[in-house]
């Protein structure tokens, strides 16, 4: 039986133990999106907590992607240096490091220059944005723009590529029949709305040569398990749909969160409050799922990998807390397993 701290082999990475840590944006980058030396000592210092992926926080694959004034960028090659720092210095904590990729579409901050873009022109429910409609040229330009940042990843010596499609960003929009309103082949069915996703995964993998795996970080529904946060929105079922495409598309991971009510939904709370998400998408997919949300116990974690609802776990918050978790993990669960 798999625990906490067995190894996974996952497309030729073999990974020390289950425990990933999320994404968790710092806003430490410059005003050109690079990474500077707050952004480096960040990820050094956690790369060093015995976790075994690290997933860098998202960066933008162009300006009008862009979510925040101090997001990280890889829209242009001399953000690889800094990638290059953050990925060196999560290897040499005996880490593997993923990064994450991502346009915000109309769930920018208030402020941010340039236009706000979107599959329809109907109001975003979470930035109250109505963007732009985007047209097929602007959607194909948008394709070409995150395989250009994948590259930029490979360039700087990531093991993996995450692509960013959850928390009401623009792969997420197009995911929503709440923000998806399009009648052409990008819109209206499931499958048609999930069809710019499958040709971002298409175009990283050709950016990538197929030297690194790709990962996604899916959005499963636009409402947290068991509240209703959006009438009409994207819905379990058509999240389970979209992670049977993702694996049939050779995603190696799918890494499980939430759509528009975003990563750290208002009023919910508890340990692993994603858990059903993964549970659903476990149950249709062979690949490996990462579990997270508001995972703080060790025993929680083991749960998750022991019963089958995901072969690893994402625990951020509470590492990022104390960096002695993962370790005080392996003691605590030692502990309970000589008993």
Known sequence: MADLFSELD????????????????????????????????????????????????????????????????????????GHAAIARSIHAAGAFAAAQISHAGANRHAGMPG???????????????????????????????????????????YDLVEVHAAHGFLLSEFLS????????????????????????????????????????????????????????????EEGVGHARALEGASVVILDLSAGLCGSRPEGVSGEAYYRPFAEAVSRAVSCPVVCTGGITLAQTAQDIVQHGTAELVGVARAIVADHEWVRNARKELGDISAR
């Open 115 to 157: 236009p706000r873009i979107g599959p329809s022109a109907v109001e975003h429910p979470v930035s109250h944005v109505i963007p732009e409609e985007m047209t097929t040229a602007e959607i194909a330009g948008t394709i070409r723009a995150f395989g250009a940042a994948a590259a930029r990843a490979r360039a700087a010596g």
């Open 10 to 81: 996952v497309a030729g990475i073999r990974l020390s133990n289950r425990i990933v840590l999320p994404p968790m944006a710092t806003e430490a980058a410059d005003t050109e999106g690079l990474a500077g030396s707050g952004t480096l000592s960040w990820y050094a210092g956690l790369a060093t907590t015995g976790v075994a992926l690290v997933v860098v926080e998202h960066s933008f694959v162009a300006p009008e992607g862009r979510s925040s004034p101090r997001q990280l960028s890889l829209a242009a090659d001399a953000c690889i240096p």
């Open 177 to 236: 029949p709440l923000t998806n309103r399009r009648t052409d082949a990008y819109g209206g069915s499931s499958a048609h709305r999930r069809r710019m996703l499958l040709e971002v995964v298409e175009e990283v993998r050709a950016a990538l040569h197929g030297e690194l795996p790709i990962m996604v970080r899916l959005a499963v529904a636009d409402d947290p398990p068991g509240r209703r946060f959006y009438d009409g929105g994207m819905t379990v």
